[in-house]
Structures are given as structure tokens and as C-alpha cells.
């Protein structure tokens, strides 16, 4: 009978990323003919690839919650095109929006 023997080798997987914090003032309803004006106090890690999360308050006028945001941003040269997923768990129901814009 032949010995098997299960080699376990320990891989050191190295990230660079960066600490990120945020202060995010929006106005959104403008598509429905309301003005809901809201602000989120984001901190969280951005990849060296460009992979982004982020977690914090958010204040609207009625109430707060916390903010869930992934994402990416994609280097066209100079420019950068972020493009956000941000989940927010209200009480009355769940905001999911995707945002973008650009800066160089």
C-alpha cells in the first residue's frame, strides 16, 4: 500500500490598498419630480487595481441608515470613471443606487 502524504504550503497573498474616508453630499429623486437631499460619511479601502468598499451613516431628511457601497474605477489615460453600487437599508424599504462621474 502506497503512503500519501497532503503537502500544505502557506501562500502570502500581498494587497496594497488605501484608507479612504468620504463625505458625500447627493441630491436624488430629480428622475421622480422630488428633491431628496441627502449626505453619507464613508469610510473604507480602494485597491491598487482600482476595487473599492466603503460602509457609513447616511442622513436624509427623514431618517439615517448605513450605506454599503462596491465598486471600481476604470483609467481611461488621465481620466478616471468611477462606477458605484451603493445599497441603503431604510426603514421603509431598501435604496439601491449606481453612481459615476469622472476626475483627472
Not at 504550503?9 to 496594497?16: D, E, G, H, I, R
Request: aromatic share 8%; hydrophobic share 45%; charged share 15%.
Amino acid at each position: 500500500m502506497a503512503e500519501h502524504s497532503n503537502i500544505i504550503s502557506n501562500t502570502v497573498v500581498k494587497v496594497k490598498v488605501i484608507l479612504a474616508r468620504l463625505l458625500v453630499p447627493l441630491v436624488g429623486g430629480l428622475d421622480q419630480d422630488i428633491t431628496l437631499p441627502t449626505v453619507s460619511g464613508l469610510i473604507g479601502i480602494r485597491t491598487e487595481k482600482g476595487l473599492e468598499f466603503a460602509l457609513g451613516p447616511i442622513w436624509s431628511r427623514d431618517e439615517s441608515a448605513v450605506a454599503y457601497v462596491g465598486g471600481t474605477t476604470v483609467k481611461y489615460g488621465q481620466l478616471h470613471v468611477p462606477f458605484n453600487l451603493a445599497i441603503v437599508p431604510f426603514q421603509d424599504g431598501t435604496s439601491v443606487s449606481l453612481l459615476s462621474g469622472f476626475n483627472w
